[in-house]
């Protein structure tokens, strides 16, 4: 097929699409493949030095817009949008002016293929689950030529909708070396949800892109001190635990289908 083949994460917070899927994002844009993220925050949320030290909403955002601007030119992104949502308020967000603004830059790009986080908002980061639900509504807002988007796009039917997910080996190596995640949202201690292998409808070979996705995580200068004990890895074990990325879900598809599972996010389109 000679279209030309256009990738779109949509994430929540600088650092998820390198942290997440910066394999699948560096090795589509190494072949060519357009690669774009919308980012609905700019992580004005994520501080984790002493509130003294803390630089401010405003601040930090900005500071962390730089941040993913770097990692984007690392693994290769053509464009990123931000959504302008505070970092941490985006569950409270109308669901239908985010999906509508989701719903709007789809038409513009015009991907075939979109990747998000899954409805488990990988463990449970609220913010990850709302960018989740918004832009699967998105999807089916951008395809209606009933909804009327304020840049006047045309409708666009995206081809594959994918959830990435971490599978039992990456989520076993994650905590081996970094420990439980224990996230607390309300009353409830949420944490890592490893996938079966069985759940996993496509893995994609990153392997070869591993030391890109370090490079552009330690972009996110303001965040690596989430990452604790990872920063003390030799080399080598960082690449073991990143080449266990590349695992999805596959949503729906309208150009393949089938139990076997895939090695290409773009099986059927090409
Ligand atoms: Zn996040």
Redesign the pocket.
């Known amino acids: 097929m000679s279209k030309k083949l256009k990738l779109l994460a949509v994430f929540?917070?600088p650092?998820?699409e390198s942290m997440g899927t910066g394999g699948v994002l560096a090795k589509y844009a190494s072949e060519g493949v357009e690669t774009y993220l919308i980012c609905a925050t700019r992580g004005e949320r994520g501080w984790f030095g002493s509130d003294e030290t803390n630089p401010g909403f405003e601040r930090l955002g900005l500071i962390r817009t730089k941040e993913l601007e770097a990692a984007g030119k690392i693994l290769g992104l053509k464009e990123i949008h931000f959504l302008d949502y505070i970092d941490g308020d985006l569950d409270q967000a109308d669901h239908n002016d985010a999906a509508g603004k989701i719903a709007a830059h789809i038409r513009a790009i015009k991907p075939q293929v979109i990747i998000t986080f899954a409805h488990d908002g990988s463990y449970g980061?609220p913010?990850?689950i709302a960018i989740s639900q918004f832009t699967t509504a998105a999807i089916i807002q951008a395809a209606d030529a009933s909804f009327v988007d304020s840049s006047n796009n045309s409708p666009h039917r995206v081809s594959k909708l994918y959830y990435f997910v971490d599978s039992e080996a990456f989520a076993d190596a994650f905590i081996k070396y970094m420990g439980e995640i224990e996230f607390p949202v309300d009353d409830q201690v949420r944490g890592e949800a490893a996938w079966k292998d069985w759940m996993i409808t496509t893995r994609v070979d990153i392997s070869s892109h591993w030391k890109t996705v370090w490079d552009a995580i330690s972009c996110h200068q303001s965040q690596l001190p989430s990452l604790g004990p990872m920063l003390d890895l030799p080399e080598d074990e960082i690449r073991k635990l990143l080449i266990l990325q590349g695992t999805f879900y596959r949503v729906f598809s309208f150009v393949n289908g089938g139990r076997m599972s895939e090695t290409d996010l773009f099986e059927g389109l090409r």
């Open positions: 929540a917070h650092d998820d980061h913010d990850h």
